[in-house]
């Protein structure tokens, strides 16, 4: 407009082009923001879907060391008794509901879940607990947890659920130390890793597959050898426009932390080293971390390469790096792991190491958008776990798009 008004011309061709500028310029104010618009939107359109990914150990509810250490069949009933009774008050019915909370806020196409127990229980008290065959449950942490994701409608469903390491033994959890006389019912612990898959949200699975590492943790338990049964459960996925990638969820084992541990194989191996051989079984050629898709695995791995001592817990870890995982996740803040009897008490403060990961092993196509720390405050009076969630957004190619055929 600027430039018709100098024209050195007078007369009706100058109104003229003075019309047409106007017009040029109104029809300009109009169409430029639809086309900034526009614009704007083919320049966010890019090449990589998000996916949401978290990993979450429920904690099993106590620890088991009371039981654990027992050298005789009274020890192990008393100290039975005692894991029991912790179990009553770490209160998982309202802890649930934190942890639902929790993946609701974060919205995770799939989670991967460690410490999933199943507390069942027998009366009157029955030594004949091998195989394990108490069937009474107390406490499904599977079921509450779902119960309370999907109150109102469903929002997560268990795809793959894997036992892992299933006991019984009779429990004296009302009187003082007696032992097998003091008991009057049997109590059993089947732990559990699960994968869930958010509803409505366009994930697809198939492939779904679980197993059991082949080598395992053998404890003496009055006098009894018993493995510590660990494993994974894994999948393809596609979620939404993305490419299938391969998910992976696992639990490494915790107590290899003696200078020697017996393994289910009748060997013995150094502190964090029966951990390291279950990572480099997941992906040794052919293991179930290996796949042609992208792989993204998490889970507890207890182990990390900076966080923990370089004393054997960091050789789980430091395996998958070797084997070309990256980490996808935020160890700022720290996740692991408060102590507290009742998980009434204790402080952020304790949450001064990182076990649990997202870790994927192709990151020129699988990367890392941003990543949270979940549970990191007391809801209702509780920690939800001993251990925070993990939550990565995670940036995956899409599916190619169908060329179409010329009639």
């Known amino acids: 407009m600027n430039h018709a008004e100098a024209s050195p011309h007078a007369g009706t061709g100058r109104l003229w082009r003075v019309g047409i500028g106007l017009l040029v310029t109104a029809l300009s104010v109009c169409l430029l923001p639809g086309l900034a618009e526009a614009a704007k939107g083919k320049k966010k359109k890019g090449k990589n879907e998000v996916v949401r990914v978290m990993t979450r150990n429920l904690y099993l509810g106590a620890d088991l060391g009371p039981g654990l250490a027992a050298t005789n069949v009274d020890q192990l009933v008393d100290g039975a008794g005692v894991v029991v009774n912790q179990v009553d008050a770490t209160n998982f019915p309202v802890r649930a509901q934190g942890l639902a909370q929790e993946i609701q806020a974060m919205k995770p196409d799939l989670v991967g879940l460690q410490e ?45 659920v894997k036992p892992e390491f299933d006991f019984e033994t009779p429990v004296n959890d009302q009187g003082p130390p007696g032992g097998l006389a003091q008991a009057d019912r049997n109590a059993r612990l089947t732990m559990r890793d699960v994968v869930l898959t958010r509803v409505g949200a366009g994930v697809k ?49 915790a107590f290899d932390s003696g200078a020697s541990n017996t393994t289910s194989l009748g060997t013995s191996l150094g502190k964090g080293q029966i951990r390291q051989a279950q990572a480099l079984s997941l992906v040794a050629p052919g293991g179930p971390a290996t796949s042609k898709l992208p792989v993204v695995l998490l889970g507890d791995l207890n182990s990390d390469d900076d966080t923990v001592q370089a004393n054997g817990d ?20 720290l996740s692991c792991c408060v102590s507290s009897f009742d998980l009434r ?62 009639k």
Request: net charge positive; no cysteine.
């Open 116 to 160: 999933v127990a199943w507390w069942r229980t027998k009366f009157p008290t029955d030594l004949n607990v091998f195989p394990p065959n108490a069937t009474e449950t107390e406490y499904d942490f599977l079921d509450l947890l779902l119960r309370r994701l999907n109150a109102k409608r469903e929002l997560y469903r268990a795809v793959v």
């Open 314 to 333: 960091h050789l789980a870890y430091t395996s998958l790096l070797g084997a070309g995982f990256v980490e996808r996740s935020t160890n700022t803040p």
């Open 345 to 406: 008490t204790g402080s952020v403060s304790e949450f001064d190491h990182q076990v649990d990961h997202v870790m994927t092993d192709a990151p020129k196509k699988v990367k890392l958008k941003r990543s949270a720390v979940t549970g990191q405050e007391m809801v209702n009076g509780y920690w939800n776990s001993d251990h925070n969630g993990i939550a990565s957004v995670l940036k995956v190619p899409k599916k190619k798009a169908k060329k179409k055929q010329k």
């Open 205 to 253: 699975v198939r492939n779904l597959t679980s197993g059991t590492f082949q080598t395992l943790l053998r404890v003496s338990v009055a006098g009894l050898p018993i493995d510590v049964t660990r494993g994974w459960t894994a999948l393809d996925a596609r979620v939404r426009k993305s490419r299938p990638f391969h998910f992976v969820n696992t639990h490494f084992e």
